[in-house]
């Protein structure tokens, strides 16, 4: 049996072994932090052997259409529309918006989105939404046509005639599908596909006046100018008191040598509408025209291709 002294020698023996070793190195704590941007790379950790890989934080997708809101209890739908009566387009289309933070997968919501925001004038939206509506109804041409009038308006004509040409595939026999593509085609000067597009709208709808009056200067852009004489006639006869069309006619007229008759037209056309400017320009020139032979210096620029037909 041990003495206590003998216990007590080997107890101060062991605690000096121990303190004369090194001791450990103790990693330092590393206090933890909010990430707030997206990481993607590898961090390497000294004391803790392999690298670690650290994921990707995903940041939240953003809503271009929708406003977020705190009272989803709140019909913002029906204050939309009730804003919408009284006049307040940007009301209207501020609380529709936040109607599509609620439901963002409803047509009846993205369908008064769009509309307000092109009453808006914000065509961005409008096609964005337009696009929505479509992907969501992939049996109607018309969201896409929408979308397409909206490009047109933000001067995305690529856009616009892809939009167009997919409409076509929707309803073949929607007259606005080829008319909307015409349009976009002309403005990316795609003569021939534009020709074609407006002669299909005027084969489906013969007497459908802004078509004939799009082939006709369709027609004196790409110089076809006896075809735009009989193509705008027809669209004068159709539409009658539309100045832009009376004007056209003159422009093609005019380049035939029917230099009377252009000046009817010019005249006419000035009669509808006293400010129209191009029209004043136009009746002027051909009133210096004093020599038959006398070429007439007109070109395309003094005609006019009048915008798609609004949503209702």
């Given at each position: ?291 038959p032979q006398e070429e007439p210096q007109v070109d395309d620029t003094m005609s006019d291709l009048p915008h798609p037909m609004p949503e209702p």
């Amino acid at each position: 049996m041990s003495s206590p002294k003998k216990i007590l020698a080997a107890a101060l023996a062991a605690l000096s072994i121990t303190a004369c070793q090194d001791p450990k190195p103790v990693p330092p704590v590393i206090p933890s932090k909010v990430i707030t941007q997206p990481v993607a790379r590898t961090v390497e950790l000294r004391d803790a052997g392999a690298p670690i890989s650290i994921a990707p934080v995903e940041a939240a997708p953003i809503d271009a259409l929708a406003i977020a809101t705190d009272s989803p209890n709140v019909d913002h739908l029906g204050r939309a529309r009730q804003l919408s009566g009284e006049g307040d387009v940007k009301g209207a289309l501020l609380e529709a918006r936040r109607a599509l933070f609620i439901t963002p997968s409803d047509v009846e919501t993205l369908t008064l989105v769009a509309k307000l925001s092109r009453r808006a004038g914000q065509a961005g939206l409008a096609s964005e939404a337009w696009g929505r509506v479509a992907a969501l109804s992939p049996d109607d041409a018309l969201p896409l046509i929408s979308q397409a009038r909206a490009l047109i308006q933000q001067k995305d004509y690529a856009g616009a005639v892809r939009s167009g040409r997919e409409a076509i595939k929707r309803d073949s026999g929607n007259v606005e599908s080829f008319q909307v593509t015409g349009i976009a085609q002309l403005a990316l000067n795609e003569l021939n596909g534009a020709i074609a597009s407006f002669e299909k709208a005027v084969e489906l709808e013969p007497n459908h006046g802004w078509a004939l009056n799009n082939l006709g200067f369709a027609c004196l852009r790409a110089n076809q100018n006896e075809r735009a004489v009989i193509v705008l006639e027809h669209a004068a006869d159709v539409l009658p008191n539309v100045a832009y069309v009376q004007n056209n006619l003159g422009v093609a007229l005019e380049r035939v040598g029917r230099g009377d008759e252009a000046k009817a037209a010019y005249q006419h056309a000035m009669d509808l509408s006293p400010k129209y400017v191009k029209a004043r320009i136009n009746a002027a020139r051909v009133a210096k025209v004093t020599q038959p032979q006398e070429e007439p210096q007109v070109d395309d620029t003094m005609s006019d291709l009048p915008h798609p037909m609004p949503e209702p």
